[in-house]
Every structure is written in C-alpha cells, then in structure tokens.
C-alpha cells in the first residue's frame, strides 16, 4: 500500500527558530513535493525534487530550502521561521520520471500534513 | 499564466441529491486534469484524473468529471451524496512542467 509519512503532525514553534519538516514515501518515487496549503489560496507548490540532491524552485520557495539526500526522504527546512509560515504543509511524492527532468503527470499521493504554528 | 479556478468555495447539499464541483482552467498547452478530497485532518487522496481518451471519466466513491475543451472546464459530479462525501475537494491541473491547485471547494452534505 501507497503511504507517504511526514514527521509531525502539529508543530509549534518560535519566531526565528530553524524547522525541519520530514518527509518519508516506502514507493521508490523520484519525485517529491512540498507544498503549504492556506485557507483560500489552496495548495501553492514551495519545492519539488525529481531526483536524489535535484531540487527545483516552486512558486513560493522564499523563506525556505530543501534536502533530498535520499531518494525516500525529502526535507523541507524553515531558516528563521517566521509567523506568516504557520500554514498547513503537505508533502507529497510521484512516479515516473517526467520527461526532459520535469516532473511525472502521473498521480501525486500526499501525507496526512504537518500544520506548522509560529509564534 | 496558467491556472486553475475553483468557483465556489462552499457548496451545501442534501443528502441523497445530486451535486456538481466546478473547476475550469485555463491553459493553451496540453493539459492533465485532476480531482483530490482532502478528508477532516487528511492529506489529499485522488478522486479521478484525465490524462488522454474518453472526455468522461469515473473515479472512487461513485464521483466522475467530464473534459470539456472547448470550455476549459473539469467539472465533477456525483448524483447522490451521502453524508461521507463531506470534504473539501481540489481540482488540479498539470501542465508545462508543474501542477497548479485551484483555492478548493468545501463540500457539506446535510442529513
């Protein structure tokens, strides 16, 4: 059975502090998302990886960073967090490899989300 | 730019009636088409999706969408819900190199 995991499922923290969002896909896929979700505004792409150590920019990537040393595990990382990142952030994974590098058109299948509160 | 258009946020139903989610897109390239749920405290699950072929396709849990080129749109129906059905619904499309979510619609199905 498909199962994305991510680390946490609530998450407080204080203005300034560095966070570490976990993400975990037991599927073998090569690409991997994050993504923050806000009332309104839907789902808006931070990062996405379609390759172990690849990384690509999403639509909002500032105010964060990512690390994908492996293959099953992408990392979302907060350098100062601030309080306009309390959001709800979902991670999600994909297989195949799109072509020329991009990401697959094939299913996305997310973890149950982390939502992240800065104090 | 390409984007995705949710244009209701809120759609109360019976239970037992029919109900339709509309989504259109707006894009000039090849475009995949997506629906998820996103269940209270749950992360998205896929509900259908068209890739290519017929412009009607069915999904889980008695839901379908139909592909409507000439109108840009993707929207979903099902024509009875149940009182499980409550959840909030996206409609995504894939297109260029990335996906792009609409703002989402809340469904509330009343006993």
């Known amino acids: 059975d498909v199962k994305v995991t991510q680390s946490s499922r609530y998450l407080v923290k204080r203005t300034g502090e560095k966070v570490f969002l976990e993400c975990v896909q037991d599927m073998d896929h090569e690409n991997m998302f994050w993504y923050r979700q806000d009332p309104g505004l839907g789902l808006r792409l931070i990062y996405f990886?379609?390759?172990?150590?690849?990384?690509e920019k999403g639509d909002i990537p500032e105010g964060y960073s990512v690390s994908r040393e492996k293959k099953e595990r992408f990392s979302l990382i907060l350098e100062s967090a601030s309080t306009n990142q309390t959001s709800m952030y979902l991670c999600a994974s994909s297989y195949p490899r799109g072509t020329s590098g991009s990401p697959s058109t094939d299913t996305q299948y997310f973890g149950p989300g982390t939502r992240l509160t800065v104090l | 730019a390409q984007s995705v258009t949710q244009l209701d946020s809120q759609v109360p139903v019976f239970e037992e009636a029919p109900v339709e989610l509309r989504c259109n897109y707006s894009?000039?390239?090849?475009?995949?088409l997506f629906w998820y749920v996103q269940y209270p405290n749950q992360g998205l699950q896929l509900l259908l999706k068209?890739?290519?072929?017929?412009?009607l396709v069915k999904g889980i849990n008695g839901f379908e969408a139909e592909f409507n080129k000439s109108q840009t749109s993707f929207h979903l129906r099902k024509p009875s819900v149940h009182i499980s059905d409550t959840a909030e619904y996206f409609c995504?499309?894939?297109?260029?190199?990335?996906?792009?979510f609409g703002t989402g619609t809340s469904l509330t199905v009343i006993p």
């Open positions: 990886s379609y390759d172990v150590k690849m990384k």
């Open positions: 894009s000039s390239v090849s475009v995949y």
């Open positions: 995504a499309a894939f297109t260029g190199n990335q996906f792009y």
């Open positions: 068209y890739l290519s072929g017929s412009t």
